[in-house]
């Protein structure tokens, strides 16, 4: 059976209405957005597709108890290795649910290992967005870097495998979610020391969050 991730993509929306409403970050309801996790959270767990919370959905997620109300999409992850679970038959399971398939970035691993060695490329991330009731969300795949780090690449974030190989559970709104393990100190890596006080357009940068000793 094909996996979905196999397809070529140049990185580009396939639904006008998603990048409309991405690019315009209007306010989004925090309701529709849990549904669709939750939605996502379910079928991913029935295919053993191992999912976590990451980035601006994690943030909210660990820091109020809620989804942000104003971010532009949320994010999860999966480690590249269970790609080949995300078959057509998933999607077709997905599409069922009301979900559309918005966008496939799948330049290669060693596009990123350039980039993050300082050489240019025009390489695009590394993720697979979905979207439901004209709200998004990316599912960023972490792939192998060393025997020690695992990486994502928009922006080049390098983690200890620790953080992603020994999940653990938060419930949001009464659903069990996977989260990284030490996510506290995951996000100061990610976020800055300040990761606990909101503020408004703030973005993830490159890093490299080394394991707590």
Avoid at 89 to 103: A, H, K, Q, T
Avoid at 164 to 183: A, C, F, K, Q, R
Avoid at 190 to 207: A, E, R
Wanted: a neutral charge.
């Amino acid at each position: 059976m094909s996996s979905l991730y196999d397809r070529e993509s140049t990185g580009k929306w396939f639904g006008t209405k998603y990048e409309r409403a991405y690019n315009q970050g209007r306010l989004r309801s925090t309701k529709l957005r849990k549904e669709n996790l939750s939605i996502l959270n379910k079928v991913f767990k029935r295919h053993d597709i191992k999912m976590f919370l990451m980035y601006g959905t994690l943030l909210g997620a660990v820091r109020d108890g809620d989804l942000i109300i104003n971010d532009r999409d949320d994010d999860v992850g999966i480690l590249l290795k269970d790609k080949e679970k995300f078959t057509d038959e998933v999607m077709s399971e997905l599409i069922d649910l009301n979900f559309e398939l918005v966008r496939i970035s799948n330049h290669g691993t060693d596009v990123r290992r350039k980039e993050f060695a300082g050489e240019k490329t025009n390489g695009h991330n590394h993720s697979i967005t979905l979207g439901r009731n004209e709200m998004s969300i990316d599912i960023c795949l972490f792939s192998e870097y060393s025997e020690n780090q695992y990486m994502y690449y928009l922006p080049t974030i390098l983690l200890d495998k620790r953080y992603l190989d020994n999940l653990e559970v938060l419930t949001l709104d009464g659903e069990p979610y996977n989260i990284p393990t030490d996510s506290k100190y995951l996000l100061e890596g990610i976020y800055g020391s300040d990761w606990q006080t909101p503020q408004s357009n703030k973005w993830c940068t490159s890093c490299n969050v080394k394991w707590r000793r």
